[in-house]
């Protein structure tokens, strides 16, 4: 198993259209539906600071890769950081889901 982070800012003005973004990309993932893929997008409070977070059954295979508007949003993500925002690996200390 695989676990990145990304964490990034905008400006309050462009928060909105990251959040539309990101509720874009979740949109294509689900009409994908790739196995093997556990992705989490949060909005810190109302405010301009987001956490990605990206578990991958296999870290060899990234399904986002195979999917146009997750590789648009990375784009965007780095217009909005100003600069490329690489996924940083994690180590997964403990997880609950039932």
């Known amino acids: 198993m695989s676990v990145q ?3 990034f800012n905008t400006t ?3 928060a909105p259209e990251a959040e539309a973004a990101i ?9 994908a539906a790739p196995t093997g893929l556990d992705y989490t997008a949060v909005r810190v409070a109302d405010g ?10 296999d870290a ?15 784009a965007k993500v ?9 996924p ?11």
């Open 5 to 7: 982070i990304v964490r």
């Open 12 to 14: 309050l003005e462009q």
């Open 23 to 31: 509720k874009k990309v979740f949109a294509a993932i689900e009409e």
């Open 48 to 57: 301009t600071e987001f956490l990605l977070t990206l578990h991958l059954a």
């Open 60 to 74: 060899d295979i990234n399904p986002l890769l195979d999917i146009q508007e997750a590789l648009a949003f990375r």
């Open 78 to 86: 780095a217009q909005w950081a100003g600069a490329p925002i690489p």
């Open 88 to 98: 940083r690996p994690v180590t997964l200390l403990g997880r609950y889901a039932r």
